[in-house]
Structure formats: C-alpha cells, structure tokens
C-alpha cells in the first residue's frame, strides 16, 4: 500500500503504477493521466475511474479509493453504486418548482393565449408551491400533497381541485423527463383529504327578461360600458371579447384566433362569430378608443381585465356577473326562439357531436346564427317586452 509519492508521479513516464491495493495511476503518451482503481466483485474484475491527475491528488484519491473498497467488501458493485448514487444526486436537483415551470412551458401552445394570463399556473404558484415547491419532485408524496391542499380542500374546492389536477401533470411530466416519481401520489392524496363537501355554484345570470334594461343603461360610452355591450350581443366568453383586435373583424364576421378559444375539442379552428346591426354600432363606437388595434385597451397597458366588468356590475349593485349573460342568452333562445339545439349551442362556442359526426358535418351554421344574434340584438335595445323571432331556415 501507498508505494507511490508525489516526485514519482510528477517524473512519470508512460505507463501503469500501481499504488498498492488496486488503485492505479496511468500516464498517458499525450502526457495525461488518470487514477483507476481495480475490483473484483462476485468474481468479476472491475476497473473504476477515480479522476484526472493532478486535478486529484494523491492523498484524495487514496481516501476515495478506500471508500469504495468498502462498498465492494459489502459485495455491491462499486461503479453501479456510483451510477445509482449519481441518479439520486441528479433527481434531487429537480425541485417541484422546477418541474411545474417545465411543465407549464410545455404547454403554453395549448393554453388560451399561450397562458400568458397565467390562470393554468396559479393554482400551483398560490396554493402548492410555496409549501412544496424547494421539494425535490421524486420526493413528494400523498401526505405532503394532502398537508397542502387540506386547508382548502373543502373552503375552496374548486381551486384546490384544479391545484391537484395540474399537479397530476406535473407529476407526469416528471416521469416524462425520467424522474422515479409516484405517478398515484394525487390519487392517493385525493383519498386522505376525502370527498370535498363543497357543492359547485353556477355563475349568477341575469334573466333574460332583465338584460334590455342593463344594456340600455350602458350609455356612458367607457370602454367598460361598450365592452360589456358587445358581450352581451355576441354571447362569447370574456377573454376573446377583451383580446378583440380589430383585424379580427372582416365586415359583419368577427373570426376569434382558436388559441382564444376555451375548451373546444376542436381547439386547431377559429371560430366565426356573426356581428349584429347593434354589435357593429358598438364596434364603431368603441373604434375611437382603441389603442394598439385592441378594440378594448386596459387604462395603462394591454386589455381591460375581467374583474374590470365584474366590478361595473357589482358598483350598479348587481350579484349577477359577466359570464353570466351567456346563460341569459341561451335561455332566451330556448324559451322564444325555435331553432335546433346544435345551432343554439354553436351560437356560444360549443362543440356538438362526436368527432366522426362532425367530419361529416363541418358547417358553423353561420348564416343561422347571423339570423338569431340579429334577433338577440333586436330584443336587447327595443323598450317593448314583444319578442321578435326568427322565421325557418
């Protein structure tokens, strides 16, 4: 043991020393060298690389050297232990917040506007990651993910909900990348925190008999007031309205880019939405305060929020909410109008049938809704409560 010192090895010439014990120092032709350290293990020999000399010196390479003759002495295979050790060492740099923001970025092209409201990632960002987010992801079990989310599991359920759910991909993404995750750690953790007591609450609408007089209200010409008239007239969901850029609009059709489109099956396709004699008096009202060519400009920067409608609603003393008019809509076509139910639901963005049905059936039914939302926005800005009403297609 210890034959070799520190003029032998600087002096060297090309060539295998041996220090005693299996460990072994090569000099390379190109004047190089490494330490390698010979094993044999249930009966094979086994050649382990300790490093390049003079980066590990003598009296390192000596101390590491005998450790892993320890291991072999336990009769596991040094150079696997390493490998296995060196896989720990790697997982444990992927933190849980390092995953969901892999994750998220995976998925922005398939999110409403690249996710740039940032709606798919709060749910982690507010109630996960401040807990378990320096956690390395292979790591994390049912009873850190149920310690987390109990506190709102039944107060806020719908939020903790979708704070599972995208934990749940999460997690597989982990698994995509390689990572020893337990892919059943939020099933099982759904399990201890039990069933949420909390019943979903629909999205206060208001009746249909009630719109004309709101709309008629709205004449203060704000960028709220018109924004929420033209909600109101095409029945759309809130995010596309307030991300309308006027190069959107082609004479009385208004075609909504598909990656502004929520929960289409069909999530690759556009959506035309026919625009009302109204609507398009709305647009040219709202055309002198655009900015940017987005038809409704938040105060400073980008797009008006949607708790900026929200809040217009709430200060006129009103529980009833924006996305709540797609309700009065549908409800107005169901109990006036005689028109088939896919053209009603289409009317609002959804898709009806199964994906062999609508091979086959591609129209949008423009024409028919063109005649329903000119009938909506007759009904909207009349003062009689006489209902005006579409003839057969």
């Known amino acids: 043991?210890?034959?070799?010192?520190?003029?032998?090895?600087?002096?060297?010439?090309?060539?295998?020393?041996?220090?005693?014990?299996?460990?072994?120092?090569?000099?390379?032709?190109?004047?190089?060298?490494?330490w390698f350290l010979r094993i044999t293990v249930h009966g094979r020999r086994?050649?382990?690389?300790l490093g390049s000399f003079p980066e590990v010196s003598l009296k390192e390479v000596r101390q590491e050297a005998e450790s892993w003759r320890a291991v072999a002495r336990r009769g596991i295979d040094p150079i696997k232990e390493r490998e296995r050790l060196k896989r720990e060492e790697v997982s444990k740099l992927h933190l849980l917040k390092d995953?969901?923001?892999?994750?998220?970025?995976?998925?922005?092209?398939?999110?409403?506007?690249?996710?740039?409201?940032?709606?798919?990632?709060?749910?982690?960002?507010?109630?996960?990651?401040?807990?378990?987010?320096?956690?390395?992801?292979?790591?994390?079990?049912?009873?850190?993910?149920?310690?987390?989310?109990?506190?709102?599991?039944?107060?806020?359920?719908?939020?903790?909900?979708?704070a599972m759910n995208r934990l749940s991909i999460v997690m597989r993404h982990a698994a995509a990348l390689g990572l020893n995750v337990d892919l059943q750690a939020t099933d099982k953790a759904k399990a201890l925190l039990g069933k949420q007591r909390h019943k979903a609450k629909n999205i206060p609408a208001m009746p249909w008999q009630d719109v004309p007089a709101f709309y008629q209200s709205l004449d203060g010409g704000t960028v709220t007031e018109l924004a929420l008239r033209l909600l109101i007239l095409t029945a759309v969901r809130s995010f596309p309205l307030r991300n309308l850029h006027l190069d959107q609009i082609d004479c009385d059709v208004w075609t909504i880019p598909a990656e502004a489109m929520k929960g289409r099956r069909d999530a690759t396709k556009s959506f035309r939405v026919p625009l009302s004699k109204e609507a398009m008096t709305v647009v040219e009202m709202a055309k002198p305060l655009a900015r940017d060519g987005l038809l409704f400009p938040g105060v400073r920067r980008g797009v008006i929020s949607d708790m900026t409608m929200a809040s217009f609603m709430k200060r006129s003393k009103l529980v009833e909410r924006p996305h709540g008019f797609r309700s009065s809509f549908r409800d107005w076509v169901a109990e006036t109008q005689s028109v088939p139910f896919e053209v009603a639901e289409t009317c609002l963005g959804h898709v009806v049938g199964g994906s062999v049905e609508r091979s086959y059936k591609r129209t949008d039914f423009l024409e028919q809704r063109r005649a329903i939302m000119a009938c909506w926005g007759q009904y909207t800005t009349q003062n009689s409560l006489s209902q005006p009403t579409i003839s057969r297609f």
């Open 99 to 162: 995953v969901a923001e892999d994750a998220f970025e995976s998925r922005k092209a398939e999110l409403k506007g690249d996710g740039k409201a940032g709606r798919w990632y709060s749910p982690l960002e507010l109630h996960v990651l401040p807990k378990l987010g320096k956690v390395p992801v292979v790591e994390l079990d049912q009873k850190d993910i149920r310690d987390t989310l109990a506190p709102i599991w039944h107060d806020k359920a719908d939020t903790a909900r979708k």
């Open 1 to 34: 043991m210890n034959k070799l010192n520190a003029p032998t090895l600087k002096s060297a010439t090309p060539g295998k020393y041996s220090d005693g014990g299996g460990l072994w120092f090569h000099r390379r032709e190109d004047g190089g060298a490494q």
């Open 46 to 49: 086994r050649e382990m690389g």
